[in-house]
């Protein structure tokens, strides 16, 4: 299990393989000065819409002892939504 800390006030669960993805994504996009919406489950608050820009501070956390295998398909659908109207919907986190 993973966490991905937004802006220092916002933390989401995320299992280490999504995560690792979502980090490819996020790193693709922003280094491209892409900013994206990001909606995810959040167990406390809902779901939270978080808008992803190259500004802010992002921290990603891998517990797992190693990294997972990455799927290319995966990455690029998720950059697909990223790009979307709707944004990037994570329904995976805990």
């Given at each position: 299990?993973g966490?991905l ?23 693709n996009?922003?280094r ?19 808008w ?7 921290v ?9 295998q ?25």
């Open positions: 299990m966490r800390i937004y802006q220092e006030r916002h933390v989401l669960d995320i299992e280490d393989r999504l995560l690792s993805h979502l980090r490819v994504v996020i790193m996009k922003l491209r000065q892409e900013p994206f919406m990001l909606m995810a489950p959040h167990p406390d608050q809902g779901t939270l819409s978080i992803m820009h190259p500004a802010t501070p992002i990603m956390q891998f517990y797992g002892s190693r990294a997972p990455l799927d290319s398909q995966l990455i690029e659908q998720m950059m697909h939504d990223a790009s979307g109207p709707n944004g990037l919907l994570l329904a995976s986190t805990t």
